[in-house]
Structure formats: structure tokens, C-alpha cells
């Protein structure tokens, strides 16, 4: 099976990239800079984010060439280093989960949040989408944010910027025909970041983010340990990595039912980033 090789490849790559993603996590970057920081409004989730995101009309219609008229995308700053953590005072984290949609994980996931009426940001592969557009819809009517995670999760250092271009470009495509609207935000696999990325990312109107915490959900290390990972690095700010696709996440699955409640009854409010109009 194609889909094997990949994720087997895939853990390979990982091992060697996770230092990557862990390399600049010792500098934080605000979340959508200083006009997010000033912005007195409570963050988006509940009622006022399934307004927001409410699906459009032709959202589960056939992609086809003669789909509705693509949105123009605000170009944004380039920046040099994704973002990773969010801004804003008081316990406030954001949940994140790459890699999917998968039906035998992302339901499962998609109950736990909705259990605690959380809202939480799904990076998704655009083949994925593809395969299980009825994913990225439920995420849609249920308030979630949907980012962009390339097509088919290569490592963008090991392309060139067509390339790249097409993996992100083709996947945003999916998402607004699929979510109702562009992804606002933008996640190299494994945390492996270039300067064409930030560039193009920008350029179709998408901010790079990172994380704060990896859960390590993808090495399978227990349910155990990722409810530790996840408790004891929890903290304001707080960007959590989790996986709902590329191997087995039943561990993944079963961990979230114990630590998000945890989090909630430690205080923290898990939040999603306020849409960029
Ligand atoms: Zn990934």
C-alpha cells in the first residue's frame, strides 16, 4: 500500500526532523502580532465561532472547475519564524491536531471537544480532505479553526518552491471548497520550515504556526505518557501537538478524554485564534 510506505517513511523522517521543530521553541512569537494582543474582544469559540465559520452553501458540493469564485487572500508579512504560542492574558492554551482527517480517529476527536464544548485547530492533509471531505465540514458547523498542512505531508526543505507552491496552494483549494473559506493559518510537516514556505504562506494569506508542546503522540508512547506530556507541560500561552491521522492514534484518542478535562478543571480556557477579516 502507497498509504503504508508513506507513513512509514513518514516516522523516518520525523526522527530526524523533530529537532527541527523543537529548535526554536525557545523564542515565542505572539499570535497574529500586536493588533491581536490589543484586540479586547473574547476569543473566538461557542456560539460566536460556529457563526463565524458557518459553512457555505456550496460546501459539500463536487469539486469541480466551475466552483465558486476563489476568495483574493490579504498578503501578510513574511515572517522569519512561525508562531509558537499564543498571546493574551489569563490560562489560555490552543489544541492542535495535524494530519487528518481520519474517520477511524478524527470522529473521536471531534466528540471529546464537543463532550466539553471546546473548539481546537485542525492542520489537515489536503489528500486527506479529499478522501473525507464530511470531516472538514463536521469541523466546520462545529466551530473548529482548519489550517493548512500541505497535500501530501512531504518535507518542503527537500522541494523546490513550485513544488511547495503546489503542495500548499493545491490544499488551500480543498479547504475552502470543503471548510467554506481559506485556511488563515499554515503547518509545515514536521515542524520543517524555509524561507519559500514562510514566503508563499504569506502570500496566500496564511500565518506559519508552530507549537509549544508535542504530545509525541506520533511514537505511540503510551496513552499514559501523552496525558503526562500534555499535564505537565500545560501552561499559559501553550500550543499543544497532537495527531489525528498517519499511524495509530487510539492512544491519542483515549489520552484526550483524560487530560482535557484535566485542563479545563485546572482553569485554562483552550481557545482558537480570532478569524482574520
Ligand atoms: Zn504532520
Not at 4 to 18: E, K, V, W
Amino acid at each position: 500500500m502507497q498509504k503504508d510506505h508513506f507513513f512509514t517513511r513518514r516516522r523516518m523522517l520525523l526522527a530526524g526532523a523533530a529537532t527541527l521543530g523543537a529548535a526554536g521553541t525557545a523564542r515565542g512569537v505572539l499570535a497574529g502580532g500586536a493588533t491581536e494582543t490589543t484586540r479586547a474582544a473574547p476569543p473566538v469559540s461557542g456560539p460566536q465561532a460556529r457563526q463565524a465559520l458557518k459553512p457555505s452553501a456550496f460546501r459539500l458540493q463536487p469539486l469541480t472547475g466551475d466552483g465558486p469564485p476563489h476568495t483574493e487572500p490579504r498578503k501578510l508579512k513574511v515572517r522569519r519564524e512561525p508562531i509558537l504560542q499564543i498571546s493574551g492574558r489569563g490560562r489560555r492554551m490552543m489544541l492542535t491536531f495535524d494530519d487528518g482527517p481520519n474517520p477511524d480517529y478524527t470522529p473521536h476527536i471531534l466528540d471529546a471537544l464537543d463532550k466539553y464544548d471546546v473548539r481546537a485547530m485542525f492542520f489537515v492533509c489536503g489528500e486527506c480532505v479529499a478522501d473525507y471531505p464530511e470531516l472538514v465540514a463536521r469541523m466546520a458547523d462545529e466551530g473548529h479553526v482548519v489550517g493548512n498542512h500541505t497535500w501530501t505531508h512531504p518535507l518542503l526543505t527537500t522541494l523546490n518552491r513550485k513544488q511547495i507552491h503546489s503542495e500548499m496552494k493545491r490544499t488551500s483549494d480543498i479547504i475552502e471548497h470543503t471548510y467554506g473559506e481559506p485556511p488563515q493559518w499554515f503547518r509545515a510537516p514536521y515542524g520543517a520550515w524555509n524561507r519559500a514556505a514562510f514566503q508563499l504562506g504569506a502570500e496566500m494569506g496564511m500565518e506559519p504556526m508552530a507549537w509549544t508542546v508535542d504530545t509525541t503522540d506520533w511514537m505511540e508512547p503510551g496513552t499514559d505518557t501523552i496525558i503526562d506530556r500534555v499535564e505537565s507541560g500545560a501552561a499559559p500561552g501553550v500550543v499543544v501537538l497532537s495527531h489525528d491521522a498517519g499511524g495509530d492514534r487510539s492512544e491519542t484518542v483515549h489520552a484526550i478524554r483524560e487530560w482535557l478535562p484535566y485542563l479545563l478543571d485546572s482553569g485554562y480556557h483552550l481557545t482558537v485564534p480570532p478569524r482574520r477579516v
